[in-house]
């Protein structure tokens, strides 16, 4: 028996990966379910703390990062598979004193396995399960309560819900603030999202001087929580004349954004709560507001030509297509290089991917758009597709074959790049970048692997899997991509745009120079810290020239809204970049740039420049019948 009073609580808090501020609209009271939860304030406060002290998320995100997500939590059983598909993140915290167990003291503790070989214990205040609640992934390992425990659970829908729900609240809550302006009022939508999303929390004690009258400043204010008292100084006097009172949805300091200076009157925090503004500076400000909406006549769009390249595609069928060999292997299923039976003069490449797997991991949504995206794009720079099919265990899709190979087995033969070829594929990244952007199109999956060079050593982007179209102004909250990749704003769950394929182009300049990412660590959870503390933790090797480092930099910076390429003058920003001096953007365009590598192809059916891959040791897959596909 083990006595009642000397019993172990250990409890599972989640919160460790994404951690931001949690808003809750009105009406909403989650209170009530946290004290059904938590006996007392103090395991509440334990679970933030001890959150905190653990991981490095929480410092990126603010002090109120638990607000809501806390109030989320649910009881459960401590054992966790690593063979099975999970979605919680668990946290411990001793509540009580340790149990007597066959008459030797041990501490309340769970213990870490894989395939029945023990690898370590975890103790009270300690947190795991991070990856679960970022995406759908198995369990690298089993835990096992070692003691009598009791867990506390956080679902990763139930997470990732509540975290969009934070980013849509506020987006919506400083936009109207923006729109109660005068000099904010006539600008579209879109412009006033990006607005919001720059402008950043500042508090204030009572008695702070927010603004000294006579003093210079760049600063405009919106008062989001609490009061401040305008005062002025009078002529002759040490004392201050008081003006009014400024509460909640006032702003002042808006001539300052005009390039006026100079400050009129002085505004001081007022209340024993203090006061919270919102702060936009003019140079972002500038950044942002010229020239937001820009033309893209040279990527308009040219549905009927692309169209009726399709034509010739119509009448064929998967029974007429032959299969040679395969050219890859991916996560739902192969690429084969196939011909169509009777035409020896061209070779395509056959995408297929196994549906049971595609459902399996939920990944529905996202394999139909990526047919959508790519059967409309009509880029240079961008594989093309010409037909799909599908049958009751595979979805396929026959795209143009680029036989020069996968970008990333050429830099793993070479080591690393020097500058001119970095700035070669690097711009014809840019150019399908420009294309997709200007549709309002996220890629989100940027890296060597998935950049094929056609026959004379052009790169054209593959693999739309994560790729999506976005309401202008709007963000996705989607979590997808390659870890070393991934943007803050990604990993920390606050919403992301086409600026983070403005990050994972930074990445992939360092790793074309250098052979290896900036941001790597001995696993996953590593690696999204590294990403967290910034480019600039990061040490650049010497060969990486200065224009190289800057424009990498300017790429990589944490705030979405200050990364080149999603400022005023968009993309072109990059293009003149200084490191882009003297590059012919044109040549590139009109293809008469001769490009930096030439691949040895020597036939349409030639695929000597990719590695040989085994039959699918899985054999085919389960049909799959229920229909979400009918569209495909």
């Not at 059983?77 to 004193?97: A, G, K, T």
């Not at 790729?467 to 070393?484: D, H, N, V, Y």
Request: with cysteine.
């Amino acid at each position: 028996m083990v006595s009642s009073k000397m019993t172990w609580i250990v409890k599972f808090v989640i919160v460790s990966v994404l951690f931001c501020r949690i808003v809750l609209a009105e009406g909403d009271d989650l209170h009530d379910i946290c004290k059904s939860i938590f006996s007392s304030d103090e395991e509440k406060e334990a679970c933030k703390s001890a959150c905190q002290e653990k991981h490095g998320y929480c410092m990126s995100c603010g002090q109120y990062w638990a607000t809501g997500v806390c109030d989320l939590f649910k009881r459960c059983r401590c054992y966790i598979n690593w063979e099975e598909f999970n979605q919680y993140l668990y946290w411990f915290e001793r509540i009580r004193p340790v149990e007597v167990l066959k008459h030797k003291i041990i501490e309340g503790s769970v213990e870490v396995s894989r395939e029945d070989k023990y690898l370590s214990t975890i103790a009270p205040g300690k947190v795991f399960g991070e990856l679960a609640i970022l995406y759908n992934c198995k369990r690298t390992a089993t835990i096992k309560a070692a003691t009598d425990c009791k867990l506390w659970a956080i679902e990763r829908q139930c997470f990732q819900t509540i975290m969009m729900r934070t980013g849509l609240i506020r987006q919506a809550e400083y936009t109207d603030f923006l729109k109660s302006v005068p000099l904010f009022k006539d600008l579209p939508e879109e412009t006033l999202i990006k607005i919001s999303d720059v402008l950043e929390e500042t508090f204030y004690n009572d008695g702070d001087y927010i603004i000294r009258q006579g003093a210079r400043g760049d600063t405009f204010f919106i008062i989001s929580k609490g009061k401040v008292k305008v005062t002025m100084k009078q002529e002759n006097s040490a004392e201050e004349k008081y003006i009014r009172t400024l509460r909640k949805g006032d702003y002042f300091g808006e001539k300052a954004l005009q390039g006026y200076d100079l400050r009129t009157a002085n505004i001081v925090a007022e209340g024993s709560e203090g006061v919270t503004c919102l702060v936009i500076d003019r140079e972002t400000f500038n950044q942002l507001i010229s020239n937001l909406v820009k033309d893209r006549s040279r990527y308009r769009d040219e549905e009927l030509p692309r169209k009726r390249s399709n034509e010739e595609f119509r009448n064929i069928g998967l029974e007429d297509l032959r299969v040679l060999a395969t050219l890859g292997v991916g996560g739902f299923g192969r690429v084969e290089l196939v011909q169509i039976a009777g035409d020896p003069s061209r070779a395509y490449a056959l995408k297929q991917m196994k549906k049971s797997q595609i459902v399996e991991t939920k990944q529905q949504t996202h394999i139909m758009s990526e047919k959508e995206i790519m059967g409309e794009a009509d880029c240079e720079f961008i594989v093309k597709l010409y037909k799909t099919f599908k049958d009751a265990k595979y979805l396929y899709m026959l795209m143009e074959s680029c036989l020069g190979g996968e970008l990333w087995s050429i830099l793993r033969d070479r080591g690393h790049f020097d500058d001119e070829t970095t700035r070669f594929y690097t711009a014809c990244v840019v150019e399908a970048f420009d294309y997709l952007h200007s549709r309002n199109i996220i890629y989100r999956d940027l890296k060597p692997e998935n950049l094929l060079l056609n026959n004379v050593g052009y790169v054209k982007l593959v693999d739309f899997g994560f790729a999506k179209k976005l309401q202008p102004g709007r963000k996705t909250w989607t979590f997808c991509g390659t870890p070393e990749y991934v943007a803050p704003e990604v990993i920390l769950n606050k919403g992301h745009d086409i600026s983070a394929d403005y990050w994972s182009l930074g990445v992939l300049m360092f790793e074309l120079l250098t052979g290896t990412p900036p941001f790597t660590g001995a696993d996953v959870m590593k690696t999204y810290n590294i990403i967290l503390k910034g480019i600039n933790a990061i040490e650049f090797p010497r060969t990486i020239t200065r224009n190289a480092t800057a424009l990498i930099k300017k790429l990589c910076r944490d705030n979405p809204a200050e990364r080149l390429g999603y400022q005023k003058d968009g993309i072109s920003d990059i293009q003149k970049h200084k490191w882009f001096d003297g590059f012919n953007w044109e040549g590139l365009r009109n293809r008469s740039l001769r490009p930096p590598i030439t691949p040895m192809v020597r036939h349409v059916t030639d695929t000597s420049n990719f590695d040989d891959y085994p039959p699918d040791p899985d054999g085919p897959p389960p049909d799959d019948l229920s229909g979400w596909d009918s569209e495909f």
